[in-house]
């Protein structure tokens, strides 16, 4: 599903309260140029899916043109559905 080479990044859904749009957490990890150690990074996205995610899922986005002032990826694929909490009220 390669499309003129766009940027494809992988992350954990942190929020799916918005209308076609899921919040993902995208963590990549690199040396420290000074301290020469192994830096974690976040960063989080806001992407574009038709149907419901469940949070802590893990998903694949694909860069794609602004669909909204902040909006810049699409969801390609759910790698990982996370199993939802539930709680029996008695």
Request: charged content about 35%; aromatic content about 6%; cysteine-free.
């Amino acid at each position: 599903m390669e499309r003129n080479n766009r940027k494809v990044k992988e992350g954990i859904v942190l929020s799916n309260k918005m209308k076609n749009t899921v919040t993902v957490g995208v963590t990549r990890s690199y040396h420290h140029s000074r301290y020469e150690k192994l830096v974690e990074g976040r960063k989080k996205y806001y992407a574009h899916t038709e149907e419901a995610i469940p949070m802590g899922s893990i998903v694949k986005i694909m860069e794609t043109r602004p669909l909204s002032k902040l909006k810049r990826f699409r969801v390609v694929e759910v790698v990982e559905v996370a199993q939802e909490k539930i709680e029996a009220k008695e």
